[in-house]
């Protein structure tokens, strides 16, 4: 059984940082694409940032580019999203989503949510 | 890039069909045959329910499908039940800012 279990959402102050973490199971997490994807309260889900399956190619949301850093460890089956100078605009329920193809996510994680306030 | 246009919310009572329209450009909908759409339940994630347009992933009812033409994406409902109530998003493949764009979600409501 696919199983994608993320953690590390939390309270955090403008300006600060969080590290996110999707664990996989149930499938060969090296060959596929992984994404993140946010929902914020009352929203559409938005697209945040993918990885290849080799982690060779890795894509961001424009307004995340250079604050937020995909990455993952293979060998962990792990899915990784680190979060710096977070606004509060990035408030949302972050999902880990696999890509079965071209953008379409057939297994979602639980969510986690992430509130940035003072 | 845009949201993808859905109406807020559809109603229908148990046993009727619907349909959830999905709104985009000539640089999602319109160019591509990757259109998605996903079921979500409060508190819950969502859940994919067709992909490319009109395939079902294995497990979903065959009473959900899914059409295009042109710019506009198309999800129908039919024989409506009480457990298909539910906040419903469609999505489509697209070059430009990002790779995906989603819709502003539609309410269902089964009477």
């Known amino acids: 059984e696919v199983q994608l279990v993320e953690s590390g959402g939390g309270l955090v102050q403008p300006g600060g940082s969080l590290r996110l973490s999707c664990a996989a199971s149930?499938?060969?997490?090296?060959?596929?694409?992984m994404d993140w994807v946010r929902q914020a309260p009352g929203k559409g889900p938005e697209w945040v940032a993918n990885?290849?399956?080799?982690?060779?190619?890795?894509y961001y949301l424009d307004s995340v580019k250079g604050r937020f850093t995909i990455s993952r460890d293979n060998a962990q089956n792990s899915l990784y999203l680190q979060m710096n100078n977070l606004r509060a605009e990035d408030t949302a329920v972050y999902y880990c989503?696999?890509?079965?193809?071209?953008?379409?996510?057939?297994?979602w994680g639980q969510g986690t949510l992430v509130y940035v306030s003072s | 890039q845009s949201a993808l246009t859905q109406p807020a919310s559809v109603s229908g009572s148990p046993g009727q069909s619907i349909t959830i329209s999905c709104t985009g450009t000539?640089?999602?909908?319109?160019?591509?045959?990757?259109v998605s759409w996903y079921q979500q339940n409060p508190g819950r994630a969502p859940k994919l329910m067709i992909y490319?347009?009109?395939n079902r992933p294995s497990g979903v009812s065959t009473r959900f499908s899914g059409s295009k033409s042109g710019n506009t994406a198309s999800l129908t409902i039919s024989g409506l039940q009480a457990e298909d109530e539910a906040d419903y998003y469609c999505?489509?493949?697209?070059?430009?800012?990002?790779?995906?764009?989603f819709g502003g979600g539609t309410r269902l409501t089964v009477l």
């Open positions: 989503a696999r890509d079965l193809s071209m953008e379409q996510f057939d297994y």
């Open positions: 149930g499938f060969t997490f090296s060959i596929y694409w």
């Open positions: 990885i290849k399956g080799d982690g060779s190619e890795r």
């Open positions: 000539s640089s999602d909908i319109g160019a591509y045959n990757h």
């Open positions: 490319d347009v009109t």
């Open positions: 999505s489509s493949y697209t070059f430009g800012l990002s790779p995906a764009i």
